[in-house]
C-alpha cells in the first residue's frame, strides 16, 4: 500500500500531543501556520499552553542536529518513539516508520475566490492544496478536529479525515454493561461436575465450567429473570481457563436489608451496591441516565462505610466545573465554599438520605451536623500531588474528563481508599469531547476484567414519572 501524507491542522497536535507517532507507515506536514499557531498559544499557565510546550519540545527533538537539506527530505520519527497500541498504534515496541515534513517553501498555488482573507485556516488549507498538487500520485488528506475546516476542504476539493486515533471504541454500544441474562439452559449446559460450598459470609459458592465461562469477566454479573425482577444474581469472582467461580450476591431491594435507610428498586441498582459495599473492590464506574440513581446509591454506601462501619475515614466528592449555560463568574469563600454551587447533586441526594425514618428536626439537624464534617468537597483543579489515604471518593459527572484527567484523579488513590466514577455519556459539556472519547468510557474499557473493579449501567430511571416520560420523548 502507498504511503499516504497528512497535512496536520493545529487542533489534532493540541488535541493528542503524541499524534505525531499515530499514523504508522504514513508520512507527515506540517505547514509554518501551525507552529506559529503553537507558539502563540505556548504563554501561560493554562493546560493548553502547556500542551503547546509539549508539542514544540517533541519537534524541536525531532529537528535537533539537522540541517535544512534534511528537513526538506522529511524527518524519520525515531525508533525511540513508541506508538500506543490501546490509541490505533501497533504493537509495543514497533516504532513508527513514516517521515515528518515541515513547509519549507512558500506556496505557489492560489485558493478559490470565494475564500478570501488571510485565515490561518485558509493557509493550512491552501498548503493542503499545494501538497496536492505537488504530489499527484499520492493520496493527500488534510486532518483537523475542525468541522468547518473540513467542510471549506471538502468544496475546494482537498480529502479531509477527522483525527479519530483517541477513540476507545468505534461504537458505544460495545461498552459492556456490566451485567448479562443467563440462558434457560444454563445448568444443563454448566452443571456437569460444579461444585458448589458456602464462603465466610456465608454466601453460596459456585465452580463450574461450559461454553458461557470464554465471554464472563471478573466482577461481571449474571443473572436469571423471573417476573418479579428478582431470581437468582450471581458475580463472577475469577476466571481460571475455562472454569468460573460464582458467587450469589446480596439482595438489597425492599424487604431486606437496607443501606442507610434506602433499598435498591431494581436489578441494576441491586448490581450497583453490591460493588460499593464490596471491601474487595478498589474502582467503580457506574453509567446512567438523569434520575436513575447514581448519586443517591453512592452517597448511601458512603456513609454506611464512614460512619456506621468505620472501614473509611471520610467521603470526598469531586466534579469538573463546566457550566450548562453561561458561567456564573468567580465566586467568592473558600475552596469548599466555592464548590458548593457545583454540588447541588450532592445536597438534594443528602437531603433524601438524612430524612429517612420519623427523626424531628433536632435529630437531623445534628445529622447534618456530623455529615458536614465526613463529607468533603473538592475542586479538581488542586488534586495533582495529593495522596488520598482510607478515603471514599466520588468523582461526579465524570463524562465530562479526558482521559490524562481521569488517569491523574485515580492515581491520587492511596492504600485503603475506594474511588467511583459517576456519568452520563449522553450529557457530555466538554467542547472536543464525545461519547467514544470521553474519560470516563475510557477507564470503563480498559478497567474491564480486574479483578478489583467493577462496573454496572442503570437502565431504568426511578426519579418520577415525569423524569422518566422526559428521558424517553426528549
Keep these: 500500500m502507498k504511503k499516504k501524507i497528512f497535512v496536520l491542522d493545529t487542533n489534532v497536535l493540541m488535541h493528542d500531543p503524541s499524534s505525531l507517532f499515530r499514523f504508522e507507515e504514513h508520512d507527515l506536514f506540517i505547514p509554518m501556520v501551525v507552529l506559529e499557531e503553537l507558539d502563540g498559544l505556548k504563554k501561560g499557565t493554562s493546560d493548553t499552553a502547556r500542551t503547546a510546550r509539549q508539542v514544540s519540545r517533541q519537534l524541536d527533538e525531532l529537528v535537533a542536529n539537522k540541517n535544512h537539506a534534511q528537513i526538506e527530505k522529511g524527518l524519520p520519527i525515531p525508533s525511540g518513539i513508541r506508538k500506543n497500541p490501546a490509541l490505533g498504534g501497533g504493537k509495543v515496541?514497533?516504532?513508527?516508520?513514516?517521515?515528518?515534513?515541515?513547509?519549507?517553501?512558500?506556496?505557489?498555488?492560489?485558493?478559490?475566490?470565494?475564500?478570501?482573507?488571510?485565515?490561518?485556516?485558509?493557509?493550512?488549507?491552501?498548503?493542503a492544496l499545494a501538497v496536492q498538487q505537488k504530489n499527484p500520485g499520492r493520496k493527500v488528506?488534510?486532518?483537523?478536529?475542525?468541522?468547518?475546516?473540513?467542510?471549506?476542504?471538502?468544496?475546494?476539493?482537498?480529502?479531509?479525515?477527522?483525527?479519530?486515533?483517541?477513540?476507545?471504541?468505534?461504537?458505544?454500544?460495545?461498552?459492556?454493561?456490566?451485567?448479562?441474562?443467563?440462558?434457560?439452559?444454563?445448568?444443563?449446559?454448566?452443571?456437569?461436575?460444579?461444585?458448589?460450598?458456602?464462603?465466610?459470609?456465608?454466601?453460596?459458592?459456585?465452580?463450574?465450567?461450559?461454553?458461557?465461562?470464554?465471554?464472563?469477566?471478573?466482577?461481571?454479573?449474571?443473572?436469571?429473570?423471573?417476573?418479579?425482577?428478582?431470581?437468582?444474581?450471581l458475580s463472577v469472582q475469577s476466571i481460571d481457563d475455562d472454569k468460573a467461580k460464582l458467587r450469589v450476591i446480596r439482595d438489597y431491594r425492599v424487604g431486606k436489608t437496607p443501606v442507610w435507610g434506602i433499598h435498591a428498586k431494581n436489578r441494576e441498582q441491586n448490581f450497583a451496591l453490591n460493588l460499593l459495599l464490596d471491601p474487595d473492590i478498589d474502582f467503580v464506574t457506574i453509567l446512567g441516565t438523569a434520575g436513575t440513581g447514581k448519586t443517591l446509591l453512592t452517597l448511601a454506601a458512603g456513609l454506611a462505610q464512614v460512619l456506621d462501619e468505620p472501614r473509611y475515614r471520610e467521603i470526598i466528592m469531586t466534579r469538573v466545573t463546566v457550566p450548562l449555560g453561561d458561567d456564573i463568574g468567580f465566586l467568592p469563600g473558600t475552596e469548599e465554599e466555592k464548590m458548593t454551587p457545583w454540588m447541588g447533586a450532592l445536597m438534594?441526594?443528602?437531603?433524601?438520605?438524612?430524612?429517612?425514618?420519623?427523626?424531628?428536626?433536632w435529630e437531623r439537624a445534628a445529622t447534618n451536623d456530623l455529615l458536614s464534617k465526613r463529607i468533603?468537597?473538592?475542586?479538581?483543579?488542586?488534586?495533582?500531588?495529593?495522596?488520598?489515604?482510607?478515603?471514599?471518593?466520588?468523582?461526579?459527572?465524570?463524562?465530562?474528563?479526558?482521559?490524562?484527567?481521569?488517569?491523574?484523579?485515580?492515581?491520587?488513590?492511596?492504600?485503603?481508599?475506594?474511588m467511583i466514577c459517576l456519568g452520563n455519556l449522553t450529557q457530555i459539556d466538554t467542547p472536543y469531547l464525545s461519547e467514544t472519547t470521553s474519560g470516563l468510557t475510557y477507564v470503563v474499557d480498559r478497567f474491564r476484567g480486574w479483578a478489583h473493579g467493577g462496573h454496572v449501567t442503570l437502565a431504568r430511571g426511578e426519579r418520577s414519572r415525569l423524569a422518566a416520560h422526559a428521558s424517553d420523548v426528549l
Design 93 to 127: 515496541g514497533e516504532p513508527a516508520s513514516g517521515r515528518l515534513f515541515f513547509q519549507t517553501t512558500p506556496t505557489e498555488t492560489s485558493l478559490p475566490g470565494i475564500l478570501p482573507g488571510n485565515k490561518p485556516d485558509n493557509s493550512i488549507l491552501l498548503t
Design 348 to 361: 438534594d441526594n443528602l437531603e433524601v438520605l438524612t430524612q429517612q425514618g420519623s427523626a424531628g428536626d
Design 141 to 233: 488528506a488534510l486532518v483537523s478536529k475542525d468541522i468547518n475546516l473540513r467542510l471549506k476542504a471538502a468544496i475546494v476539493g482537498v480529502h479531509t479525515e477527522d483525527y479519530h486515533n483517541d477513540q476507545v471504541l468505534e461504537d458505544l454500544d460495545l461498552l459492556p454493561a456490566g451485567y448479562t441474562e443467563l440462558t434457560e439452559d444454563f445448568w444443563q449446559t454448566h452443571g456437569d461436575k460444579m461444585e458448589s460450598w458456602q464462603d465466610e459470609r456465608g454466601r453460596a459458592c459456585y465452580k463450574l465450567q461450559g461454553p458461557g465461562v470464554k465471554e464472563w469477566y471478573s466482577n461481571q454479573f449474571l443473572y436469571m429473570a423471573d417476573g418479579d425482577d428478582r431470581g437468582l444474581e
Design 376 to 418: 468533603k468537597i473538592r475542586s479538581l483543579n488542586f488534586m495533582r500531588g495529593r495522596t488520598f489515604l482510607n478515603r471514599f471518593v466520588i468523582i461526579d459527572e465524570a463524562q465530562n474528563l479526558t482521559s490524562k484527567q481521569m488517569k491523574t484523579l485515580i492515581t491520587r488513590c492511596g492504600p485503603g481508599s475506594k
